[in-house]
Structure formats: structure tokens, C-alpha cells
């Protein structure tokens, strides 16, 4: 009986099954519904703008609006460089931070106000498009489309009345649109002068907060409150019109042409300390312009004397006697190892009358600190004759009319000399054999002249400018301008390199007046040099 009803059991279960399966599919072919329509399709284009955004909602911008521009290669760049950009930009938080905090917490009676930790995380922003505008004024504005949705974390920790606390921020999104404007441009890098930043809108700003550990933000409605007092504290410091402003260097100052020249004449020291180990000293003197880029100037070494005499001259090119100064700083001449500082002393050009010269005996000093105790020991004095002479009023215009024209040479130049410029631009296809980080090293009647370093770059660009006033036409003189590479590194290993040079000949530039040439360099299989020489005459 067990086996025959196991049997049965089975043909039982094979039966219906086979049944149920006719049955299903006879419902779904002749019940189906003979009323279905065909859906409809239709292109994007026809569609509304509110229905296009509510089928993309994160539909770049550079897609809605045909006015702003794809952004990839920056959201690339930003990617990239965000380890660093965090970095720099919480450095940047902690110092505009701190004095506005030091001013607020005394009206709240708050003992210390700390970031306790500022990082902004490893997720960067990214940008969705970017639109520029083109003014007639000199300035560049932009309008960014940015989102953020990072992961930073940031503690803040509060002291007051004996008690600490902390507040962590955490989970920030920042959707804003900020107009950046550059303003104004000018000649030198970066090229512009101020960053001005104003949000077109209300930024979108939404962040978890942990009060003591806890989420604060659960409490109800705190959340909403705190985000609507965001939103009004940030429109109404930055909201267009209304910026904020970031200066990069004085507009003044990066526009200033030379006004005139100031002729200084070290006549002698008197009463040197004694540095070397036989009782004497090799002095020496450094003359160069405060916040001036360019290289000092300096006297011959007069071996073994403390009350040396030289009387040797100079011209120094003036841009703004209000605010420039003349530093003279004394050197005791080593043959190996660091020169020794003997004194210091300055001499505000505001101080001089034009056209008068100046007979001055300046104490050495060992700083320009008036309180520096170190200042009332005795260092011994300088005697130097000093005399400003400004460009008259009609060279002015004339130069400032025409920017491409050879400039004159500056009054007081000698007539039978000039002013010789040298610019050196660029460099292309230069190659090193262990690194590239090249600067540009000048040599002319014994001084020695450099350009900034640029790291790893085959094609550096520097647009840096050297001046010598010279007695006569450089008819028979050379320059001799190599190219270096110098290592990122401590420079044990692989030290500095030369990646080629030229030596170029000053009749050509005197007799033509300006030469701009790219050159070959020698000792390098393709690199070049554009170098730019100008012979300006009184």
C-alpha cells in the first residue's frame, strides 16, 4: 500500500501541476485587456523647462544655460589638488579667524573660542559651469555654479566661565553661485590686484552639528532656525552688491613707472669692529631698494681695514620716492663660508629734497628696529653722499603716452652713457638629465643678476627686467645669460645643472636702439631663450 500511494502521490502532483499551468496560460492570452494603448514619445526640446528639470534634476548648468562653459578640466585640476587646497585653505580659515574671534567673544563673555581640528574632508566641490563677462574696464568677472558635499570635520572648542565645550560640524553641503571679479589687472604677476567675491544668490547651506557629542540637530525646528540664520548672516555680508575683498598686492605700487634716479656716492666707514682673528675686518657695502625686485648693488672689498674708503658711485632707478628706501648694509668679506653682517642703516627717499645733494653719516646698526636693544652698541658709521633727481614732467607724459616706444635714458644719466635693459622672457624645450626647475642666471661687467626658479617646466616663462646705467655705449661689451636647473630636493644627490647658454654682443642693441630675439642656447640639444635688450640714451 506505501508504495502505491507514493505513486499515486506523485502522478497526483504531476497531473495538477500540468492542469494549473494550462489553465494560467489560457487567462493571460484570452483575458488580456484589448484597450492598451501605445505609449508616446517625444523629444526633450518640445519639453517645458520645468519638466526637463524635473526629469534632471542635476542637470549640469553648462547644459540649462548655453552662456556658461563646460568645467571638467577644473573639477580635474581641483580633484587633484585638493589634499594641498585643504591644507592651504584651513591655514588660510585659521588666520582670517582668529583676530575677528579675539574682537566678538568679549562682548559674550567667552574666555576662548579654538578649532579644535579644521579639515575639510577628501571630497572636493565640484563646479557645473562657469560664465565670464567682458567689460570695458580692466577686470575679469566670473560666475561659478559650485557643489559641495564633503565631509569635513570641524571642532570648535568654547571656553567660558570655568567650563569647555565642544561643537562639531559635519556632513556640509554648500550649493552657492559666487561672482568672482579680478580687479583691477596689471603688468605684474599674478597680473591682478584684488579678488572681489559676492554671491548672486542665496547659497543652499545644509550640515549636521554635535553639541557635546549629541546631534544638536535633532532637536525640532532647531534645525530649520539654524539654517535660515546662516542663509541671512552669509547673503547679508556677501550678497551682490556687497563683496568680499581679498587683496593680492598694491595696484599702486604694481603700476608705478620710474620717476627718477637717485645717485648715492659710499664715500668711506669709520670705526669697523673687528671680526676676523688677526684684529681686522674685509668690509664691504650692499646697497639695494626696499621691496625692490631687483638684485643689490655693492662696493669692491677693502681687505684688512676699519676705516675704509672707497668712493665709488651709483644709480639706483626711483618708482616711488613717498614710500621707497635706500638699504646700506655692511659686509665683512669671507673667503669661505657666510659673509658677516657689521651694520645696517636705511635712508627714506621722503626725506630727500630733489635735486639737493646730501652729505649723511649713518650709525651702523644691527637691526632697523628702533627698540632693538642691540642698536646702542657701537658699529661705526657710514658716510655716504646721496642726491635724487626726478624725470621732468614732459618725459613723463611722453612715456606714459606711448608704452611701445624706446624710453628714454633717466636725467642725470651720463651723455655719453645710457640705460641698458635687459628682459629676459622665456625659455622653450629646455631639458635636464635628473630635473628641470630652471631659473636664468645673468652675468654683466662682474654682477651677477638672477631670475625666479620654476618648478618642473620645460617652457618657464619669467618676463623679469635688469637695468645697468652705464658711463658709456656697451659698444664692446657681452652678457652672458645661462640657464640652470637647480633640484626641489636638498640637492646631495643630483645638484644644480646647466641646461645651455648664450653670450650675445651689445653693438647690435646700441646701434639699433632695442633687439627682441630667441637664441640658441649652447650645450643643449633643442632649448631656446627670448631675450629682449634695450639701449636707452638721455
Not at 519638466?51 to 573639477?75: A, F
Not at 571656553?159 to 553641503?173: E, H, I, S, W, Y
Not at 626725506?351 to 646698526?365: G, I, Q
Request: glycine share 6%; hydrophobic share 40%.
Amino acid at each position: 500500500m506505501g508504495i502505491l500511494s507514493t505513486i499515486a502521490g506523485f502522478l497526483g502532483f504531476g497531473i495538477g501541476t500540468s492542469v494549473g499551468l494550462l489553465i494560467g496560460y489560457y487567462i493571460f492570452i484570452y483575458f488580456q485587456s484589448i484597450h492598451v494603448e501605445d505609449p508616446t514619445f517625444s523629444p526633450l526640446v518640445e519639453q517645458d523647462l520645468k519638466t526637463v528639470q524635473q526629469l534632471l534634476p542635476e542637470i549640469p548648468l553648462w547644459i540649462k544655460n548655453p552662456d556658461y562653459d563646460r568645467l571638467d578640466w577644473l573639477n580635474k585640476f581641483v580633484e587633484y589638488m585638493w589634499p594641498y587646497l585643504n591644507k592651504a585653505i584651513c591655514k588660510t580659515a585659521r588666520t582670517i579667524a582668529k583676530p575677528i574671534i579675539a574682537e566678538q567673544i568679549p562682548k559674550y563673555k567667552i574666555d576662548s573660542v579654538e578649532f579644535e581640528e579644521l579639515n575639510l574632508g577628501s571630497l572636493p566641490p565640484t563646479f557645473q559651469g562657469m560664465k565670464v563677462y567682458s567689460t570695458d574696464e580692466k577686470e575679469l568677472i566670473m560666475e561659478l555654479s559650485m557643489k559641495w558635499a564633503g565631509n569635513p570635520n570641524i571642532i570648535v572648542a568654547v571656553k567660558a566661565f570655568g567650563l569647555r565645550a565642544t561643537v562639531q560640524v559635519v556632513d556640509l553641503q554648500v550649493f552657492a553661485s559666487p561672482r568672482i571679479t579680478l580687479r583691477p589687472l596689471v603688468p605684474s604677476f599674478p597680473c591682478f590686484a584684488n579678488i572681489y567675491v559676492s554671491l548672486m544668490e542665496k547659497p543652499h547651506v545644509d550640515f549636521g552639528l554635535k553639541l557635546l557629542g549629541a546631534d544638536a540637530m535633532s532637536i525640532p525646528g532647531l534645525y530649520r532656525i539654524v539654517q535660515e540664520i546662516i542663509k541671512d548672516q552669509v547673503a547679508k555680508m556677501y550678497l551682490w552688491p556687497k563683496a568680499l575683498e581679498v587683496q593680492i598686492m598694491d595696484p599702486t605700487k604694481a603700476m608705478k613707472k620710474p620717476v627718477g634716479i637717485l645717485h648715492v656716492k659710499v664715500v668711506k666707514a669709520l670705526k669697523l669692529r673687528k671680526k676676523d682673528i688677526m684684529g681686522a675686518s674685509d668690509p664691504y657695502v650692499k646697497l639695494k631698494l626696499e621691496d625692490d625686485k631687483l638684485g643689490s648693488k655693492k662696493t669692491t672689498v677693502k681687505y684688512k681695514n676699519l676705516n675704509p674708503e672707497w668712493n665709488e658711485e651709483f644709480k639706483v632707478v626711483i618708482k616711488d620716492p613717498e614710500s621707497q628706501a635706500l638699504m646700506l648694509t655692511v659686509f665683512d668679506w669671507e673667503k669661505v663660508g657666510k659673509h658677516e653682517k657689521m651694520g645696517m642703516n636705511r635712508i627714506p627717499l621722503k626725506d630727500l629734497t630733489p635735486n639737493e645733494p646730501n652729505e649723511l653719516t649713518l650709525k651702523l646698526l644691527k637691526t632697523i628696529d628702533p627698540n632693538d636693544p642691540e642698536n646702542l652698541k657701537s658699529r661705526g658709521e657710514l658716510v655716504v653722499e646721496v642726491t635724487y633727481k626726478p624725470f621732468k614732467e614732459d618725459e613723463l607724459a611722453k612715456n606714459s603716452e606711448d608704452t611701445n616706444a624706446i624710453e628714454k635714458a633717466p636725467e642725470g644719466t651720463p651723455a655719453t652713457g645710457g640705460l641698458l635693459v635687459i628682459i629676459i622672457h622665456e625659455a622653450e624645450d629646455l631639458e635636464g638629465k635628473h630635473h628641470t626647475n630652471p631659473f636664468a642666471r645673468l652675468l654683466f661687467k662682474g654682477e651677477e643678476r638672477k631670475t625666479k626658479h620654476v618648478r618642473k617646466n620645460r617652457d618657464p616663462r619669467w618676463g623679469e627686467t635688469f637695468e645697468f646705467t652705464l658711463d658709456e655705449p656697451p659698444t664692446n661689451e657681452r652678457i652672458y645669460v645661462e640657464v640652470i636647473s637647480a633640484s626641489s630636493k636638498l640637492g646631495l644627490l643630483h645638484p644644480k645643472e646647466t641646461l645651455g647658454y648664450v653670450d650675445i654682443n651689445l653693438s647690435d642693441v646700441v646701434s639699433n636702439n632695442r633687439i627682441n630675439e630667441k637664441y640658441n642656447l649652447i650645450d643643449s640639444k633643442n632649448g631656446r631663450i627670448q631675450i629682449e635688450l634695450q639701449w636707452r640714451t638721455p
